[in-house]
């Protein structure tokens, strides 16, 4: 059955297999200062998770508010990665392509494009691409912005790899590996929408 | 059965159940077997260990004449001794069996069948390769001493001992605490029945006390194990609680006595003690106990031993008079003191690292001149007895010497002080100026020794120009005293000395305190960097001069004066100059008028440590000056002694023995300056003490050096421990005030003023009490029964018995690290333990649950599963806290109405009427919420939330995140190993699982024995439970000891060590590193001798002897090589 | 591809704390490989230096020495004597050619059944690596 599936998959990738730990405590939601915005808070998921509801837990927003704080992780007493479970079941929603409805997946793809260009994170560009993405941001960080720039803490300058090229090689043949199996599906990467996976 | 039988072997594959045989292919095994050489049987059956298991055994040894058996089937440590047992049903050596472990060795861990199968074989045949080579060996027989230890007196160690005390048998019961009870002795009451804890318990207490055969050792410990089952020898260390046990009726007057504030562990230090305590009312043995860590640093730090400690706090509770007479116990002239000493006490005062010294010298100056007003100037202790034909003479008034005088006039030893000068005082009178030391104190400080029964003899001096010490002898008296101080000056030997206007120190001070008022002029230079120094400027000041300088040859960091006194004299426009010396003195008509100095510099260390100074060619400069004050050191007047047959040291001191302070000559002792050179009021006082006691002894006949001088000692507790132990605030002392500068300068009134009472006793109470108890003896005079000894020393015991009982309980979690949930942060979060003391009746508040302000609180939650359940802290549930919480859920309504919120993961209520007691609780409409607890913050988010703590936390079952505003917060925290539970293991030979519980030799089978012989365990320090499941481990390990000693006897393990004497060469390698001792070397034959009774089997010594004359029975090489060819051929 | 090399590894366990762990993996069903041949001797002190070259010669790819953890010990301070025992002969194994990688000491304490699954995969790992001792296709002495 495609539920069953889907919780094999969880388990297969890197950190998923530890949410069979979870004894449903609920410290991790009562830590997470996001609960509030998410649908679903990290508990209420896994439990859905665990039980197959895999089309809820796609639906849910909750991975994309996630905001990678790490509270539930330092606080869980059986020890689980929640963290690392989140950006597992992102990665399969994506892959299955179910679209956000959060504005903060532009980022996500931002930062995804920067660094697939540059070889390495440019602040400047990132934001430039999320506000293409999401122009109505530029009108209200706009003072942020430029009190960050007269002093100094946002850096224009793009600086690439040495060789950006040969990173992007690295990228097409990681990609080529997963497709093929080899490499596990949700290496430590970057994450897109619609079916892209790294 | 010799060896040289040819070997016929039996071999047994058991199947065990399909535990064995779902992986291994017993018939492959079995026909593998029967084609092994000597084997003569090989068989295969379900459960060898089985009744029919064990037939097949015997009656195959007795058909086929087997000497050989091995099994195949479980563990060794399961059922070795089963078999071994069949064995000797039937007729051979039960050491002519070997097992294989083909279960948890083979098929429990391996997955591949056929894998199983080929180690099981390699087993079998290592097994039957092996057993050829077994020797039979006879097994020791042990006796059981009848006796029992128990370590540990709460519920689990006092209902062992019971029983095993009813049936007969002595027990000592060995307790840590004051008091036997543990931890059910602070409990108010116990789930599920409610039953009051102390109603159960203390019957038992009681029971334990009472009891004819249970010796009951409180207050001590174990020190070492050591023996084996059956015989083992322990050495307990009673500490001394400085109460007699059989002596005190637990009245609790002397408590109303003590002044010293401790915190109270009991309590959790939710309260504070007195330093003689009993730890609850109820408390078997019901006697009180004296907590004394040693002595603090502030007595220990006083050269004449005075207890600082005691007499700070009996100013602190108001008792001055007593105060008064425990510093007359040790110095003489506490006002002076008070006002001149240099307080080395105050410089080792813990509360020097938490905010400031406690003004201990200034209390004393308080009391004293408290003591003369009030009371008198009436010493304490007269003697009425003179002992006439025992005087003593003294020379010299000093401090020393009247010290000396009155210490002996006390005791009723007639003494006539003989004094030079034309009034008695010494350094006190002559040297020190007034500001710091006004003369009429001295006279009537002096009044107050005459009063003792000294007479003071002025204008008489003893040595060149007096009378001689063969004189004083030959006038009747037994013993001379030189208190003659350094009163003569140092000359610096340069031109210009004898100058008009140069003036040595010590002669100057005598014609200022003498009322002369000499005449310096306007400039005046002091050299010199000492004491003197510093008093001859200051004076010079106050005589009207208007420009003084110090010069000093060394830096500021070498002078020798006390930094405040420096401090004092800049304060009043003195000047120093450093690095410079005077090397002549001009003058003009016979007057000085110029002196002429030289710049220095520091060199390498000289003999005083310090820096040498070296002057810098050339660097000459004159300064103008009306006088000079040369106070560049003193000596005593002693060459004229050296005609008197005493020794003189190099530097002018008299020699002296430092222990007896015996000067060369018999009968003459001295002390003070003239022993030490130029010292301190105090130290001069204490030697004057210490000489008194050895002159006592002389005139009594007594050898001067059988007793050591203090008798009383104990060493100074450590600063930083005492400040991790205590609660305070870091404050600033009261200190005296001083006179404003513009206007003391002026005269030479008092420059320190005295503190009132009000601030003397509220610096009193700064004091920590560093040692604990202060040895202010209040509790002596209280106690009617004289059970208070305060000189008893730790005793050791030294105890057979034939087993232990291991029942050291457990450890409440210390949740001080899991910052989330505020505990010491917010006043109003408890531990669970803490909570209990609110509610026990004895506690705190009396029962009442009250929060620290008063208040009743009306909204209590209780957080389960804090440092429990938890990979962050314990990972296993410690399984009473549910209950407990439950418990407190009733407790805090019934007693309080409020409304009570359970934070839980899951509800364990597993026991007998435990799983009805929730039920109750939820229908008294306690809130349970299922959510692990994430905050307990303070930070509010509304209004209802205002003055309270805030609970947040995930309300699972809802699926909505709740903010709960509560008055308390309760921490249900889990147990964990007892303090100081790795020494106990160590001691006994236990081991200790990862999470620190003793482990038991079988988890399911035999928990509360171990896996060494003799040694059981009980109670929570095995793991956690509550108390039905620690009294039944109780009675079950109280059942194992009595069913060994019913025994008598029992077999212990044959396999010891064998030397060959016919290989040894008595290299004596095998004795060296034997730990048990158990190897001698027999000198007549040159070889090493195992003593079998002591070997313990380990087989160090045959892996270690070069010869191999060294074997382990049964685990002798050629077993081993051939176990060895068995697995790997 | 011809038959994968199966090492054979000789373990001397000390009775007290590693046989009582190995044990208790048994117990636990923990799996680990077969390759572990188990010699049980009281302490791990009785490891004489003898049985360890001996096992070496007669065919073992590698030795384990088991014993408890230091301050453990149940014969005070055996578990000491076996380490320096065994690292004595580490050092003869290196000057024979025997290859002292071959030779491990471990602590395993009677509650680690764990542990003993884990060293006894770990090591019959190492020794597969390591390939087939020399010692079996040639003769010394």
Redesign the interface.
């Known amino acids: 059955m495609e539920a069953r599936g889907l919780l094999k998959e969880l388990l297969e990738m890197p950190g998923g297999d530890q949410i069979l730990k979870c004894i449903q405590c609920g410290t991790c939601t009562g830590s997470c200062p996001m609960a509030q915005a998410m649908d679903y808070g990290p508990r209420r998921l896994f439990a859905m998770a665990k039980g197959g509801d895999f089309h809820e837990v796609f639906k849910a927003n909750t991975y994309w508010i996630c905001a990678s704080c790490y509270f539930c992780t330092v606080r869980c007493p059986r020890g689980i990665k929640i963290t690392d479970i989140m950006y597992a079941l992102k990665r399969m929603a994506v892959a299955r392509g179910y679209a956000p409805r959060e504005r903060s997946v532009y980022i996500y793809q931002a930062f995804k494009e920067t660094v697939e260009e540059y070889g390495r994170l440019s602040e400047a560009k990132m934001m430039q691409k999320y506000l293409k993405k999401s122009p109505l941001d530029a009108v209200k960080n706009a003072s942020l912005g430029l009190k960050l720039l007269l002093k100094r803490r946002m850096e224009l300058k793009v600086r690439p790899v040495k060789d950006p090229a040969a990173f992007k090689a690295m990228l097409t043949k990681a990609r080529e590996l997963a497709r093929e199996g080899e490499a596990p599906a949700g290496s430590s990467g970057l994450c897109g929408i619609k079916g892209d996976i790294l | 059965m010799a060896r040289r039988d040819e070997p016929r072997v039996g071999v047994y594959i058991c199947h065990c159940g399909i535990n064995i045989s779902y992986k291994v292919n017993i018939e492959e095994v079995v026909d593998f077997t029967s084609r092994l050489e000597r084997v003569v049987v090989a068989r295969d059956y379900k459960f060898m260990c089985s009744n029919i298991g064990q037939e097949l055994i015997i009656n195959d040894i007795k058909e086929h004449n087997l000497n050989r058996v091995v099994v195949a089937s479980c563990?060794?440590?399961m059922h070795e001794k089963t078999f071994r047992n069949a064995c000797k049903k039937a007729g051979i050596n039960p050491y002519l069996f070997q097992m294989a472990?083909i279960?948890?060795?083979?098929s429990?861990?391996?997955?591949?069948e056929r894998?199983?199968t080929?180690?099981a074989k390699?087993?079998v045949r290592?097994a039957v390769r092996r057993v050829i080579h077994h020797e039979p060996l006879q097994p020791r027989i042990v006796d059981i001493n009848p006796n029992v230890l128990i370590i540990g007196g709460g519920i689990a160690g006092m209902q062992a001992a019971l029983e095993i005390a009813d049936a007969g048998r002595i027990v000592y019961l060995v307790e840590r605490e004051p008091s036997i009870g543990g931890h059910m002795a602070k409990f108010d009451k116990t789930f599920p029945t409610l039953d009051c804890s102390a109603c159960i318990l203390t019957p038992k207490m009681v029971s334990v006390g009472q009891h004819e055969n249970i010796k009951l050792l409180t207050y001590s410990e174990v020190e070492d194990v050591s023996g084996y089952i059956g015989n083992f020898e322990v050495k307990i260390r009673r500490k001394p609680s400085f109460v007699l046990e059989d002596k005190c009726t637990g009245c609790g007057e002397c408590v109303k006595g003590c002044p010293v504030s401790l915190p109270n562990d009991f309590e959790y230090g939710l309260m504070d003690r007195t330093a003689i305590y009993r730890s609850f009312p109820q408390a078997v043995p019901n006697i009180f106990v004296i907590d004394k860590e040693g002595f603090s640093p502030c007595r220990n730090a006083c050269p004449a031993g005075l207890n600082a400690h005691g007499y700070v706090k009996l100013i602190s509770a108001g008792k001055h008079e007593e105060a008064f007479k425990l510093i007359m116990e040790r110095v003489i002239f506490p006002a002076s003191l008070g006002r001149a000493c240099p307080a080395f006490c105050e410089r080792e005062c813990s509360r020097q690292l938490a905010g400031g010294p406690v003004q201990i010298r200034a209390l004393k100056r308080f009391v004293a001149d408290w003591y003369y007003e009030n009371v008198g100037l009436e010493p304490p202790v007269v003697a009425q007895e003179k002992k006439e034909d025992r005087s003593v003479a003294v020379v010299g008034a000093g401090p020393a010497g009247l010290a000396c005088a009155y210490y002996l006039a006390v005791q009723g030893y007639p003494v006539t002080v003989f004094e030079a000068l034309e009034k008695p005082g010494g350094m006190l009178r002559y040297a020190i100026p007034e500001y710091r030391l006004p003369n009429n104190l001295v006279d009537k400080e002096i009044e107050f020794v005459k009063k003792a029964g000294v007479e003071i003899v002025c204008n008489t001096p003893v040595g060149k120009d007096g009378k001689r010490i063969d004189e004083l002898f030959k006038e009747g008296y037994k013993a001379v005293f030189l208190g003659i101080g350094a009163h003569k000056d140092r000359t610096m030997g340069i031109p210009g000395e004898d100058l008009k206007g140069v003036h040595h120190s010590i002669t100057f001070l005598r014609r200022i305190n003498s009322g002369e008022r000499v005449v310096l002029g306007d400039k005046v230079i002091v050299v010199g960097g000492g004491n003197s120094a510093i008093d001859a400027a200051r004076a010079a000041l106050r005589l009207g001069a208007k420009d003084v300088t110090i010069v000093y040859r060394r830096s500021r960091v070498e002078m020798p004066a006390f930094p405040e006194e420096i401090e004092a004299a800049e304060a009043e426009g003195v000047k120093i100059q450093i690095l410079t010396n005077p090397v002549a003195f001009h003058g003009k008509d016979g007057n000085l008028s110029e002196v002429e100095c030289v710049r220095m510099e520091l060199g390498e260390p000289d003999e005083s440590g310090r820096p040498r100074p070296i002057p810098i060619e050339g660097s000459n400069f004159k300064i103008p000056a009306d006088s000079v004050i040369l106070a560049i050191g003193q000596y005593p007047d002693s060459a004229p002694l050296a005609e008197d047959g005493l020794e003189i040291n190099r530097d002018g001191t008299i020699w002296v023995d430092p222990e007896t302070l015996a000067t060369s000559r018999e009968g003459v002792f001295a002390g003070g300056d003239a022993t030490k050179g130029p010292s301190t009021i105090v130290e001069a006082i204490g030697l004057g003490r210490q000489a008194a006691e050895y002159i006592r002894r002389f005139l009594e006949g007594e050898d001067l050096k059988a007793r050591p001088y203090e008798e009383h000692w104990l060493e100074t507790v450590d600063r930083e421990e005492v400040l991790k132990k205590r609660r305070y605030e870091v404050n600033e002392p009261h200190r005296p005030s001083e006179r404003p500068v513009a206007e003391r300068i002026k005269d030479f009134g008092e420059v320190e003023l005295a503190l009132d009472e009000e601030r003397a006793v509220e610096e009193g109470r700064r004091c920590l009490d560093c040692a604990g108890c202060c040895e202010c003896r209040q509790c002596e005079l209280l106690c009617e029964a004289n059970a208070i000894d305060h000189f008893m020393k730790e005793e050791t015991l030294e105890v057979k018995v034939g087993s232990i009982i291991v029942a050291t309980g457990f450890k409440p979690f210390d949740p001080s690290n899991l910052v989330?949930y505020g505990y010491k942060r917010y006043p109003e979060v408890y531990t669970s333990v803490e909570f209990e003391r609110l509610n026990n009746a004895a506690g705190p508040t009396g029962g009442e649950i009250r929060m620290k302000d008063g208040r009743v609180p009306g909204r209590v939650a209780i957080i389960h599963?804090v440092g429990s359940?938890?990979?962050?802290t314990n990972r296993y549930c410690s399984r009473v806290c549910c209950m407990y919480s439950m418990k407190f859920a009733h407790l805090v309504r019934e007693k309080t109405g409020a409304e009570v919120y359970e934070f839980y993961?899951?509800i364990r209520s597993p026991g007998k009427m435990y799983e009805e007691f929730y039920n109750r609780l939820q229908e008294e409409g306690t809130h349970f919420v299922?959510?692990?607890?994430?905050?307990v913050t303070d930070v509010t988010q509304s209004p209802e939330e205002e003055g309270r703590l805030v609970v947040?936390?995930?309300?699972?079952l809802a699926?909505k995140?709740r903010r709960v505003p509560v008055d308390m917060v309760i921490l249900s925290v889990g147990l964990t190993a007892a303090e100081g539970a790795d020494k106990v293991a160590?001691l006994v030979?236990i081991?200790q699982?990862?999470d620190g519980w003793f482990?038991e030799l079988h988890p399911k089978l035999a928990p509360v024995s171990t896996?060494?012989d003799g040694v059981f365990i009980a109670g929570c320090c095995q793991g956690p439970k509550d108390i039905p499941d620690t009294v039944s481990q109780a009675a079950g390990a109280a059942a194992e000891a009595l069913s060994l000693i019913m025994r008598g006897q029992v077999e212990v393990e044959a396999?010891t060590s064998y030397i060959d004497p016919e290989i040894c060469v008595g290299c004596q390698q095998c004795k060296k590193?034997c730990?048990?001792s158990a190897i001698d070397y027999d000198p007549a034959r040159g070889v090493c001798v195992v003593n079998e009774a002591v070997c313990?089997?380990?087989?160090?010594c045959?892996?270690?002897c070069p010869n191999k004359a060294v074997t382990?029975k049964h685990?002798n090489?050629e077993e081993?090589?051939s176990?060895?060819?068995g697995?790997?051929? | 591809m011809s038959e994968p090399f199966e090492p054979k590894i000789v373990g001397f366990l000390c009775y007290w704390c590693s046989y009582t762990a190995a044990d208790l993996a048994g117990v636990s069903r923990m799996k680990y490989p077969p390759n572990l041949r188990v010699i049980r001797v009281m302490c791990s002190s009785r490891v004489d230096p003898v049985f360890i070259i001996k096992a070496l010669l007669d065919g073992a790819d590698g030795v384990l020495v088991a014993g408890c953890h230091p301050g453990d010990c149940h014969y005070q301070k055996g578990n000491y004597y076996a380490r320096r025992k065994v690292a004595l002969t580490k050092k003869i194994l290196e000057s024979l050619g025997l290859g002292p990688e071959r030779v491990k000491l471990s602590w395993i304490a009677a509650s680690e059944g764990p542990k003993f699954a884990q060293v006894a995969k770990e090591f019959t790992e190492e020794i597969r690596r390591l390939g087939p001792n020399p010692a079996r296709a040639e003769i010394f002495l």
């Open positions: 563990s060794p440590r472990s279960r948890e060795l083979v429990w861990v391996t997955e591949d894998e199983a080929q180690k390699d087993f290592a989330q599963c359940r938890d990979e962050n993961i899951d299922r959510g692990k607890v994430a905050d947040v936390a995930e309300d699972t699926g995140v160590h030979g081991s699982d990862q482990i896996a060494s396999a590193i730990m048990y313990k089997g380990c087989g160090l045959a892996a270690t382990v685990f090489n081993i090589f176990e060895l060819e697995v790997l051929l």
